[in-house]
Each structure stands twice: as structure tokens, then as C-alpha cells.
């Protein structure tokens, strides 16, 4: 009996062993079909989500150009809301259909700012939020007019053609532009060129030398018709008096006094008088050591032309 006993709990055993091991067995078998399910499943909703993210990208990268503007971390005041636009306008224009992760956009924008004329030297530009660009620039400063023909031109200190310019006579009153007047030379053909001729260059350099006096805003115009003939630049002011100021400022002659004299004698004259004529119709000639005042002088001679061409609006 006891022999029996031990063979059927042997028995017993060797069966629990079998059905545990068959139940391991298909949990493995499971474990494996799910690990398989799971890879199915990852790989569909990879296939279902890439097309779909894709056509997101592509639905952002076409609204881009709709949006696209241009910021500046920091702006000159006279460069006004009109201009800003006009600038986004080109860069809009020059981007394009790109989406905004393509690099080439920068490159593009960046062109596009720079053939406005607005600018000397981009330093940095960069993405900013809504498709837009961020922008650290060096704007070009505009300085003078130069009047040729029928027309006002904006150019810089040093005489680069500016992307503005008006009927003449009727640029803005402010801000304060000394318009200088019988250039020997038309405009540049390209925007951001030197205006040629040695009347303009001299005038440039005049209008630097008093662009910091405190009567500056009473000078309007510099005549540059007498300069090849006559090495004679003469200020024009705004009540129509005329000053024969001679050579450029930095050509000096043992013939006139230097530049430092007349700006002197300028400041006396505004101190005292509050202004730097003698009225229409007189020329004050402050070229040599004793400034002499005399009546306007016949047509076609140094300072006789017609005040009316100042008629700034």
C-alpha cells in the first residue's frame, strides 16, 4: 500500500510538472504574438502619421509668405511705417513659396533687404516667430538732396543714391535736407552709388562742415553751378538771402580765409541777429577778411538763382 501511495504522488507531480510547463509555454507563445501586435500596430500608425505631418508642414510652409514681416532690433525714427513695409514686401516677394524650415530663406531675405537701399551692412538675421525675420542692420543715413532736372534726390553723407526722391520743390519740410542745386552730373544708374562730379562732393563736404551749427535749419540750398567755373559754393537760405561761402572746406587757399573763419563769422551774425543774411536780393560774400555785403548781381553771375526752386512743402 505504501509503495502504491508514492506512485500515484509521483504521478501527480510528473503531471503538474507537464501542465506547467505547457502553461509557460503558451505564455511565451503570447508574449511573443503581442510583442508582434504591438510592432504592427507602431509601424501603422508610423505610415498613418508621417503623410499627415508632412501635409501639416507643408499647409504651415505655404502660409508663410501671407506672414512674413520683418522686425529690427533696433530702427531709426525716420524710418517710418511706409518703408517698413515696403521692405517686408520685397522680402515676402523674394521667400516666396519656401517652407520655413529651408534654410535658403535667410539667404533670400537677407538679398531682398539689401537691394532696397536701405541699408550698409546686415549683421545678422534670423527666424522669428509666425514665418517672420529678426533683423540687426546698419541703416544707411540719409543727409541731403541733390536736385537734378525735375527731381529731388536722397542720398547719404557721402553722396549714395538713396531709394526716394520727389518732384522738385516738394519733399517733405521735415525732416531738415539742405538741397544742393545745379549738379554738373545726373543721378547713378544703381541705387547705393556715389553721386558723380567734384560740385557734388564739394557740396556734401560743405553741408557736413555746418550740419552741426545751430543756424543749420536757416541754410536751404547750396548752388554748385559756379563751382567748375569758379571754385565757389554759395548757401542759400531760407528767407532767399545768399552767402558766397568759395571753396570747399577742405581745400584751403592763402585766396580765402579757412573754413573756421566763416563758420565764426556765421555764429556772430546768428547770435546777434538771429540770422545769417542780409535779406533777399543782398549776397554776403564771406570769403575774404573783411565780408563785404552787396545787391544780388545780374543774371548769369555767382548767386543770382531763382530762390523760388526752394519751395519745399
Not at 509503495?3 to 501527480?12: A, G, I, N, P
Not at 508610423?46 to 533696433?74: C, D, N
Not at 567755373?229 to 587757399?253: C, F, Q, V
Not at 545780374?298 to 530762390?307: F, M, T
Request: proline residues 4%.
Amino acid at each position: 500500500m505504501a509503495r502504491s501511495s508514492r506512485k500515484k504522488t509521483s504521478t501527480f507531480a510528473d503531471r503538474f510538472d507537464s501542465l506547467r510547463a505547457g502553461i509557460l509555454g503558451d505564455n511565451g507563445r503570447f508574449a511573443s504574438i503581442a510583442a508582434g501586435v504591438v510592432l504592427v500596430a507602431l509601424v501603422g500608425l508610423v505610415w498613418w502619421g508621417i503623410p499627415k505631418l508632412r501635409h501639416r508642414l507643408r499647409e504651415q510652409s505655404m502660409s508663410t509668405p501671407s506672414t512674413a514681416v520683418v522686425s529690427y532690433t533696433a530702427l531709426p525714427a525716420w524710418f517710418d511705417d511706409k518703408r517698413q513695409s515696403q521692405v517686408s514686401a520685397r522680402v515676402i516677394s523674394a521667400v516666396g513659396d519656401l517652407s520655413s524650415i529651408d534654410q535658403t530663406r535667410l539667404s533670400r531675405a537677407r538679398d531682398a533687404m539689401m537691394s532696397t537701399g536701405w541699408f550698409d551692412v546686415i549683421s545678422q538675421i534670423r527666424l522669428a516667430d509666425g514665418g517672420g525675420f529678426l533683423v540687426d542692420a546698419t541703416f544707411l543715413r540719409p543727409f541731403a538732396i541733390v536736385r537734378h532736372g525735375e527731381f529731388d534726390f536722397l542720398v547719404t553723407p557721402e553722396g549714395r543714391l538713396m531709394p526716394m526722391d520727389w518732384p522738385a520743390g516738394h519733399r517733405p519740410a521735415a525732416p531738415h535736407y539742405v538741397a544742393l542745386l545745379g549738379a554738373s552730373q545726373p543721378a547713378p544708374a544703381a541705387q547705393g552709388d556715389i553721386w558723380p562730379g567734384a560740385d557734388v562732393a564739394a557740396g556734401l563736404e560743405l553741408v557736413r562742415a555746418i550740419s552741426g551749427e545751430k543756424w543749420f535749419s536757416l541754410v536751404a540750398g547750396i548752388e554748385l553751378s559756379h563751382f567748375t567755373s569758379e571754385k565757389s559754393l554759395i548757401l542759400i537760405t531760407r528767407d532767399g538771402g545768399r552767402l558766397i561761402w568759395g571753396r570747399a572746406p577742405d581745400d584751403r587757399s592763402v585766396a580765402e580765409v579757412p573754413t573756421e573763419t566763416k563758420l565764426s563769422t556765421l555764429t556772430y551774425l546768428f547770435h546777434t541777429s538771429g540770422r545769417i543774411d542780409s535779406g533777399g536780393g543782398r549776397i554776403l560774400d564771406l570769403r575774404g577778411d573783411l565780408v563785404t555785403v552787396r545787391a544780388e548781381v545780374a543774371e548769369g553771375s555767382v548767386g543770382n538763382e531763382s530762390s523760388a526752386v526752394l519751395n519745399d512743402r
